[in-house]
């Protein structure tokens, strides 16, 4: 099965929030902190999603999601910054797979897709962060983003234990 990869339109977005918040309700479950801890259910991701419409209807942020038979199995964003003196630069947010559809290349291709539109939009570099020793690491790593640091303790997972975070960078064009 081939995921197909959407990229949410303003007026599209309040309907996929039920899609995206079972996505991301799982995905913690699963034990991706993604900046929640437990107990992190349906609700609070609705919640979250939901929060996050006026940054998509102006533009601040963009979604993707990969979908398969009509559920959303995964997806990623690209948050723009608003300050004047980073307009050059935006940020890979909520790149996230079901832990029923991993392994398959869907998390590269979520990436890959976000960069192409990012190069498109004449950004000319990309940041993300993310837990150090993860899946999601080795995928940055192998996608040719560079790490710039690592800060320990940083956030708490799921469980609430503290874990170190690794930031990336990525140039563009």
């Not at 007026?11 to 993604?34: I, Q, Y």
């Not at 983003?145 to 956030?155: N, Q």
Request: glycine letters at 12%; one cysteine or more.
């Amino acid at each position: 099965m081939t995921a197909r990869i959407v990229r949410l339109a303003a007026g599209d977005f309040t309907a996929a929030v039920p899609g995206l918040a079972d996505l991301f309700a799982d995905v913690v479950a699963d034990g991706a902190s993604l900046g929640f801890v437990a107990p992190f259910g349906r609700a609070a991701a609705e919640a979250w999603w939901t929060g996050q419409g006026a940054a998509v209807v102006d533009g601040g942020l963009t979604i993707w999601t990969a979908e398969e038979d009509g559920r959303i199995v995964g997806t990623v964003s690209l948050a723009r910054n608003p300050k004047p003196n980073g307009r050059h630069r935006a940020e890979i947010v909520k790149l996230m797979v079901h832990p029923d559809a991993r392994g398959r290349g869907l998390a590269r291709t979520l990436l890959a897709r976000a960069e192409q539109a990012a190069a498109d939009e004449g950004f000319a570099l990309l940041l993300l962060d993310t837990e150090t020793g993860s899946p999601a690491e080795r995928l940055y790593l192998g996608a040719g983003w560079t790490r710039y640091g690592v800060v320990p303790a940083y956030a708490a997972d799921p469980a609430g234990a503290l874990k170190d975070c690794s930031f990336f960078y990525r140039t563009l064009g």
